[in-house]
T-cell receptor, first 112, second 111 residues
Framework: KAGVTQTPRYLIKTRGQQVTLSCSPISGHRSVSWYQQTPGQGLQFLFEYFSETQRNKGNFPGRFSGRQFSNSRSEMNVSTLELGDSALYLC???????????FGPGTRLLVL | GESVGLHLPTLSVQEGDNSIINCAYSNSASDYFIWYKQESGKGPQFIIDIRSNMDKRQGQRVTVLLNKTVKHLSLQIAATQPGDSAVYFCAESANDYKLSFGAGTTVTVRA
């Protein structure tokens, strides 16, 4: 099976802009989670979607949002970008009934 | 082999030796634990997982041990190879599908 794919892989934005990141899960997986990875904070959970519904949410401001489509693909959006949003954004997918998650390669976002 | 009694951010291991990476978790309600390996420029790669009703699980060259009494998790890698050089993360999950990650241990294999 193909693994989790994320697009784009790299992105440069300026403060105040917004960005949309995309994730395609492993075929058959219905759960998609998003994480932010930074050198200072490590890996932090953003949110998790299952069957198009947000099932879990982390402690991030409302500028971070996401959605899941009927084919399980997911997008996350960050509005009004801040310098501190520069990070590696990781998507992970799982079967849904189990907690095992498999990660994609990530999207590296740089905010200038 | 080399072991780390407490969580340390780095571990240097001689090629061929066994490695032990430790992780302490905080949530006594956690019922699922997982280890990932992350190489530079890549996403975390699944290594092995364990549920709280087990105290040991083995994979290919890897063993995970869980001590719920002291809330401690360890990953043992047998016959460490240069390709094992990476950052290793433990993660836990409680009553939901959210993974909470540890700080990570950077393993460097010496030839």
């Amino acid at each position: 099976k193909a693994g989790v794919t994320q697009t784009p892989r790299y992105l440069i934005k300026t403060r105040g802009q917004q960005v949309t990141l995309s994730c395609s899960p492993i075929s058959g997986h219905r759960s998609v989670s998003w994480y932010q990875q930074t050198p200072g904070q490590g890996l932090q959970f953003l949110f998790e979607y299952f069957s198009e519904t947000q099932r879990n949410k982390g402690n991030f401001p409302g500028r971070f949002s996401g959605r899941q489509f009927s084919n399980s693909r997911s997008e996350m959006n960050v509005s009004t970008l801040e310098l501190g949003d520069s990070a590696l954004y990781l998507c992970a997918s799982g079967p849904g009934g189990q907690k095992t998650q498999y990660f994609g390669p990530g999207t590296r976002l740089l905010v200038l | 082999g080399e072991s780390v009694g407490l969580h340390l951010p780095t571990l240097s291991v001689q090629e061929g030796d066994n490695s032990i990476i430790n992780c302490a978790y905080s949530n006594s309600a956690s019922d699922y634990f997982i280890w990932y390996k992350q190489e530079s420029g890549k996403g975390p790669q699944f290594i092995i997982d364990i549920r709280s009703n087990m105290d040991k699980r083995q994979g290919q060259r890897v063993t995970v041990l869980l001590n719920k009494t002291v809330k401690h998790l360890s990953l043992q890698i047998a016959a460490t190879q240069p390709g094992d050089s990476a950052v290793y993360f433990c993660a836990e999950s409680a009553n939901d599908y959210k993974l909470s990650f540890g700080a990570g241990t950077t393993v460097t294999v010496r030839a």
